[in-house]
C-alpha cells in the first residue's frame, strides 16, 4: 500500500492503469445498442454453456468458503472433511474451483472417489483454480459462475 500523510492513496499496482478496454467502455456508459446487444448474446451464451455443462451432475451441493485459508487451518481440514462427507453420500461436490475452503472440500470428495465440480472465474489478478476437480468450467463473467 502507498500511504501519503498517513492516507492510503492506493494498493501498490491497483488502478495505475486504466483496465482492459472492456472496463473503460463500460465505465464510459451507455454505449451504441449493437454493442450492448452483442455483449448480452455474448453473456447468453456463456449462461448457456454453464447450465450445460452442469445438467447432468445429480445432486449437488455448493461448499462456499474463504480462499485464504491453507491447508494446516483448522477450517481447511474442516472443509476437507465436509466435501468427503458430502461426497460418500452420493453428492457431487461443487465450489467456486479456488484456493482455500474450495479447494479443501474438492479435495475431500476427490478423495473419497466422489464427483468434485469447480467453477472459476478467470480474474486477472486473482485466484487460480485448484487442482482438485474431476470437472469444473472457467467463467469469464462472475455472474454465469454463481
Not at 21 to 34: A, D, N, T, W
Request: charged share 20%; hydrophobic share 35%; glycine share 14%.
Amino acid at each position: 500500500m502507498t500511504k501519503t500523510n498517513n492516507e492510503i492513496v492506493a494498493l501498490d499496482g491497483w488502478g495505475s492503469t486504466p483496465g482492459a478496454s472492456e472496463v473503460v467502455r463500460f465505465l464510459e456508459g451507455p454505449q451504441r445498442r449493437s454493442t450492448e446487444l452483442t455483449q448480452t448474446v455474448g453473456i447468453f451464451f456463456e449462461f448457456m454453456r454453464g447450465f450445460r455443462a452442469l445438467h447432468f451432475v445429480g445432486p449437488c451441493v455448493t461448499v462456499f468458503g474463504s480462499a485464504r485459508f491453507n491447508e494446516h487451518h483448522p477450517y481447511y481440514d474442516l472443509g476437507r472433511r465436509c466435501g468427503f462427507e458430502l461426497a460418500k453420500a452420493g453428492f457431487t461436490v461443487m465450489t467456486g474451483g479456488g484456493p482455500g475452503i474450495m479447494e479443501a472440500a474438492n479435495r475431500g470428495a476427490k478423495e473419497a472417489g466422489g464427483r468434485s465440480i469447480g467453477c472459476n472465474i478467470q480474474l486477472p489478478k486473482e485466484q487460480k483454480p485448484n487442482p482438485m476437480w474431476t470437472s469444473g468450467s472457467p467463467f469469464a463473467i462472475s455472474s454465469c459462475a454463481k
